[in-house]
């Protein structure tokens, strides 16, 4: 009998892959879904980005294999932007890796810097690829919850000393997804210190770093002193483009990092298209004018849940950033039962806070993906289901 790995018997099941199969038996049977669940809105990516792609597909050496270097002019326009966007200045050959969206290099980072039995730090609810990641690296993994009366936040301090004297690696991502929480300056330095002092290496994911509203601006951490000695920084085009499905973003940061998850990646993979890397680079060298109307498209979106939801009696604070909002789930039914009786009875789908780990448990993530009008329209159906609940006695 044929078995796969212990490793692969340990990672749990990738929850939006399935729901996607499930979604296409609904809408095979008719049912008008409206979907809130996986992090994919429905915007369209920049012309110029298109435009940019058309162009460098005809160009034969666009279609050579890009290898880790990838496109310099990529690298450069990557660059260009942490310098304008974070005052940051970094070297594009040897600080900057093009990664196959971020989830790449997030997912491979753990082979480059943990050995089977190092302890990995993965805050939950969190993003699966880092649980991913550390469970194929062989990691031992140290589950931290995000808890809301902690402001969603890691304290590696708190970490048990003993598993704290074995940890390699720590994930950390804010603005987070799924609970929109945002990290203050404070805790950001109070955590480079913390890695600098116990020698862990800090994969901050900021993949929502231009998803923010009313003001608020998300910092790089490679802002703050000393970040550059233990960081590396993944940023993605997925989101604030409308190019999830185009598979490109970058890491940057630390020289060592960056060589190893260039080498582990040279084993597995030959780097994005180059002709998506021009076609990003065009994007990210006009980012500030490409984003504003992204943003102020995202803040009607998320306002218009918001209300919605409070019409309807579901109360929750605009975030001040991502396209997420994270529910708390009424007393006595878990998000699970939530999420699956809005999608079989409703056709709306949205996201059991459990998908995200345990520490999930007791809400739900709906993102703000779809025009206002199928907002207000989830808001319907789950004030149906929640009051169905109700009146089969299960409390709400
Ligand atoms: C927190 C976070 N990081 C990274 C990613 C991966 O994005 P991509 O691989 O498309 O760049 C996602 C996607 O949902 C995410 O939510």
Redesign the pocket.
């Known amino acids: 009998m044929i078995e796969t790995s212990r490793r692969v018997a340990r990672l749990p099941t990738y929850a939006v892959a399935a729901i996607a199969e499930r979604k296409r038996q609904l809408i095979a049977q008719g049912v008008d879904v409206i979907d809130l669940g996986?992090?994919d809105a429905d915007i369209s990516p920049p012309e110029i980005a298109v435009e940019a792609l058309h162009r460098a597909a005809q160009q034969r050496d666009a279609s050579r294999y890009a290898f880790q270097l990838g496109s310099v002019e990529f690298r450069e326009a990557v660059a260009r932007y942490m310098q304008r966007r974070f005052n940051v200045q970094v070297d594009p050959m040897t600080e900057v890796l093009p990664?196959i969206?971020?989830?790449?290099g997030?997912a491979h980072l753990p082979f480059a810097v943990l050995d089977p039995g190092d302890v990995c730090v993965v805050p939950e609810p969190g993003?699966p690829?880092y649980l991913g990641g550390a469970i194929l690296a062989g990691a031992d993994v140290e589950i931290v919850p995000l808890r809301p009366e902690a402001d969603f936040l890691v304290e590696l301090e708190e970490i048990p000393p003993e598993r704290l004297a074995r940890a390699k690696l720590v994930f950390l991502?804010y603005p987070?997804?799924p609970t929109a929480a945002i990290a203050p300056h404070a805790y950001l330095e109070r955590t480079i210190a913390a890695c600098r002092r116990h020698g862990i290496v800090l994969a901050f994911?900021n993949?929502?770093a231009e998803l923010t509203f009313d003001g608020y601006r998300a910092p790089s951490i490679l802002e703050f002193s000393g970040a550059r000695d233990v960081a590396l920084e993944?940023h993605?085009?997925?989101?604030s483009f409308g190019m999830?499905g185009w598979?490109?973003?970058w890491a940057v940061g630390n020289q060592r990092l960056i060589e190893g998850l260039s080498k582990v990646k040279s084993y597995v993979d030959t780097g994005p298209f180059l002709a998506v890397q021009q076609a990003g680079a065009a994007v990210i060298d006009r980012s500030e004018e490409l984003l504003e109307p992204v943003r102020e498209g995202f803040r009607v979106r998320r306002d218009s849940l918001v209300t919605a939801l409070h019409e309807v009696g579901i109360s929750c604070a605009p975030p001040p950033a991502t396209m997420y909002l994270w529910v708390p789930v009424p007393e006595g039914i878990t998000s699970g039962e939530l999420a699956s009786a809005l999608l079989e009875r409703e056709g709306l789908v949205i996201l059991a806070g459990s998908v995200f780990g345990g520490g999930g448990e007791g809400f739900v993530r709906l993102s703000f993906i779809v025009e206002p009008e199928r907002l207000r329209e989830a808001a319907v159906r789950m004030s149906r289901v929640l009051d169905g609940f109700t009146a089969t006695g299960r409390r709400a």
């Open positions: 996986a992090g990664l969206g971020s989830k790449d997030l993003y690829a991502n987070n997804n994911d993949a929502y993944f993605s085009l997925s989101k999830t598979r490109l973003g």
